[in-house]
């Protein structure tokens, strides 16, 4: 197995630009996570999904943030307009069942000039 | 507010030496994960203990579990230079399926 998949792995872009970030979970797994890491924050959950279902979106900063996923194999998170401060690392993860083992993505690391 | 916190935020050890993180919660769970995190890399999963647990053993890794005191522990025997990482417990929550992760201890091991 290819582990989770994230594109692209680096993306830098001006403020204002849309930036679309994808991820291709495991196989047979029924949860997905977006996180978003940052040194002042941490680790913060931002929305996951359950067989393709968003459940829990608290963690969205504001509506310039959306995520989607229109099938088992595919997620994408998108921020539009992008601000300087959103800049950071967006992980995606998957696990076979809730609340137990993730399997993390190797990261996009963004870059909002 | 964090659940899970961990302690120290960085410590740095000889190569061959034990390391031991610790990490406090506030709320109940139904499990307790360590993970760790290579510099540039996705966080990995090491070892997952029950609430119902209270040691772990994993190949040089030993976790413990006071439910009474809301803290684990991962200790990790021999270390190596290659166990250089952040290390970071997360707990699961009773009510849904997210985890809440702290913000990491630095683990440095010097050859």
């Known amino acids: 197995d290819a582990g989770v998949i994230q594109s692209p792995r680096h993306e830098v872009t001006e403020m204002g630009q849309e930036v679309t970030l994808r991820c291709k979970p495991i196989s047979g797994h029924d949860y997905l996570f977006w996180y978003r890491q940052t040194m002042m924050r941490g680790l913060e959950l931002l929305i996951y999904f359950n067989n393709n279902v968003p459940i829990d979106d608290s963690g969205m900063p504001e509506d310039r943030f959306s995520a989607k996923m229109p099938n088992a194999s595919f997620s994408t998170l998108k921020i539009q307009p992008s601000e300087p401060r959103d800049s950071a690392v967006y992980f995606c993860?998957?696990?076979?069942?809730?609340?137990?083992?993730?399997?993390f993505g190797p990261g996009t690391r963004l870059t909002v000039l | 507010s964090q659940q899970g916190e961990e302690d120290p935020q960085a410590l740095s050890i000889q190569e061959g030496e034990n390391a031991t993180m610790n990490c406090s919660y506030k709320?109940?769970?139904?499990?307790l994960q360590w993970y760790r995190q290579n510099s540039g890399r996705g966080l990995v999963h090491l070892i997952l203990?029950?609430?119902?647990?209270r040691e772990k053993h994993s190949g040089r890794l030993r976790v413990t579990l006071d439910t009474s005191k809301k803290s684990s522990s991962l200790l990790i025997t021999a270390s190596r230079a290659a166990d250089t990482a952040s290390y970071f417990c997360a707990t699961d929550s009773p009510a849904n399926s997210k985890l809440t992760f702290g913000k990491g201890i630095t683990l440095s091991v010097r050859p």
């Open positions: 993860a998957s696990s076979p069942r809730g609340g137990r083992e993730q399997f």
């Open positions: 203990i029950r609430s119902n647990e």
């Open positions: 709320t109940s769970i139904n499990n």
